[in-house]
């Protein structure tokens, strides 16, 4: 399934919002790992981020939502098919390997990966 065009800027905000609250938290980008799946029949972001550091989720699940609700304050309505996990993991590999997508989603990691890699590009 491809990844509508109109779904690349969304999502790049998205990555780029998690990044600078993980970057003000203290996290470079090796510390956590974001996976992510869309739903084209919903238009549903499903997001996992983990990081093995020691964090309080509940502070961070906030503090990332308010970061990504401010980065989308043009699509005020896209807020709401966003669902979103904040875990702490042994590996980070485990955000990868437990992240498994529906039969309609389409893989969103890559993109997130992609995003934020490139805004660090010279």
């Known amino acids: 399934m491809a990844i509508k065009t109109s779904l690349r800027p969304i999502i790049r905000r998205i990555a780029e919002a998690i ?4 970057a003000a938290e203290g ?8 996976a992510g799946t869309w739903d084209e029949k919903t238009d549903r972001i499903s997001l996992v981020f983990g990081t093995d550091r020691g964090i309080d989720e509940r502070r961070w699940y ?5 970061s990504i609700r401010q980065s989308l304050s043009d699509y005020p309505w896209m807020l709401r098919n966003i669902g979103f996990i904040v875990e702490n993991v042994e ?13 309609n ?5 890559e993109l997130l990966e992609r995003t934020s890699s490139r805004k660090r590009d010279p």
């Open 62 to 66: 906030v503090g990332i939502l308010q």
């Open 27 to 34: 996290l470079s980008k090796g510390d956590y790992a974001l």
């Open 105 to 109: 989603e389409s893989d969103l990691t």
């Open 19 to 22: 990044e600078a609250y993980a």
């Open 91 to 103: 590996n980070l590999d485990e955000v990868y390997l437990h992240f498994t997508g529906g039969e």
